[in-house]
């Protein structure tokens, strides 16, 4: 093992410093077909101001390790030289992915990567094999192996972006008229006022950060001096007063200060990682869901008949009754089967040859679909809300409404089961199978599909169909099985009576809380990132619940 392995122990023959790391790496690498370079050649290589890698890795993660190798703290020189070997030999060494390289030896840019969040880059749930995940895991562990709060730091990311996760759902589940009975004007002017919110927070976000890295005095960015700075100063004011929000922001920066001394270059690195992940999550989130969304004029009944589905059981010979019923097209079927068709067709009768074959594909293709998605196992967030239940409510629901109480438990019922469909997720997958290939009231329409590119890669969009052609679900696109999964959940708000535009004007307000996430995560520290998401967390809910 050389000196400055990621996993090397700090001993007396470590000099801690560049020279003597080049030193190491000349060393290992004098038999190496094209790796040895000179001293002066490896100087440049990590400290060339373009393409440098010390630069490479502040631009990726906000981490200057230059600081820390010119600083006096023998085990923070230490960690940092050692971070920056690893970043050399990921970028080096093994094979490079036009050779066919893959998995943790591979040989990638992964300062390149770490300044693209997106789901090819890390390990998730909705595909085993992405591109770049087993060269970020294998950092990622690298690096949290070497961290001293590594629990710490997880357990709080994982806290907070719950709470993000579970106010995200709640600004789709508040809007099911069968659950709460708000209207369409109630939800359209909730959603707006969320909006607005966001819009002005993020501004205000910004000059907060400011003072926190003491580049302004409180003083300075609440003065008024003009209608559009007097309205952003409002947002926090409007649940603190001016004396205490001075104390607060005064005393988080302190936290903020005493945080960033305890935390060495390896927590921060891996606090950067872990943020980085729930990055990749939430942003191809956001992009998996741009897709066109059908508008359906719903029969007057269909809410309340479809609603009666909630929970129920699609077994295997439910399901082959409706597939005979489109490949014998039309069948007498029973009761049962024929409600099911009624609400998957919308009530339309007299279906064109087109669509009777597209049908039948769709019915034929719901249990591949189903296996595609069945890890996500959250869609309207019934596992995130299940957890929050769990989690934060619990010993606090008797301080709730009854009518949130009610939303929570109904949500965290399971909607995925490993041998069954449930009623409402069955239709839903039937009819957007059917929908992005072909739609009867936009005959001109092309075929539906998703921006899959990523880092690398420049075959930039696939039909969402062609997900449902490949035999081993291992090798899907994570961001294609992503875009099924919101597919599914707006198609199932679309039947129980939520209007387009108010699922139109949510994408707009999903992407402003992510730029808000973006915004918190540009701070290095847990203690301001907490902080104000529990706040921001706090006002939406409360918009949310009157």
Partial sequence: MGKYDIDAKLTEECKLTLADLIQELM????DVKKGGLSEGAYRQAFNNKKSGLIPKIKKATGIDLDIYIKGKNKEEKFDALKILKCFYEIEKDGTSKNKGGYGSNSRVRITEILNEPQLQNINSIYTSQSVYGDVFEDLYNKVGDNAKHRNYITKKIESIELRWSVISHRVVSFYRKWE?????DKAMEELTETDNYLVRLKEYLIEIRKFLEREKEFEEFLIKTTPEEEQIKTIWQIIKDRVILESELTRIRGEKEREEKELGVMDKLF?????????????DKINANQGSIEDINLPDDYTKRYHLW?????????????????????????RETEELVYLILYGRKNLSA????????????????????????????DKDIRRYVDEIMYGRLEKC????????????????RQDILEGQIFIALVQEIFFVSYN????????????????????????????LKKENVKYQSPIAVLAWVRRIESRSLINNGVPKKVLMKRKEVEKKILDIQRELYNNQTITVFDFFSNDVINHLEYIFSN
Avoid: H
Wanted: net charge positive; proline share 2%; glycine share 6%.
């Fill in 271 to 283: 606090l950067a990682l872990e943020k980085y992940k729930v990055l990749c999550m939430q942003i």
């Fill in 440 to 467: 009867p009231f936009d005959r001109g329409r092309k075929e539906e599909k998703i921006d899959i590119s990523y880092y690398g890669y420049t075959n930039k969009t696939q039909t969402l169909s062609s997900v």
């Fill in 401 to 416: 409404k009854q009518k949130q109480i009610d939303i929570f438990i109904s949500s965290a019922k399971g909607l995925v």
């Fill in 354 to 381: 087109e669509e009777i074959k597209k049908y039948r594909y769709a019915v034929k293709n719901v249990w591949t679909l189903m296996e595609i998605i069945r890890e996500d196992g959250n869609i309207s967030g």
């Fill in 310 to 334: 909630y929970g129920k059981r699609i077994t295997r010979d439910k399901w082959a009754k409706v597939i005979n019923y489109f490949s014998n097209y039309p069948e007498n079927i029973d």
């Fill in 180 to 184: 709460c009975q708000i209207n369409e």
């Fill in 27 to 30: 060393e290992e690498r004098k």
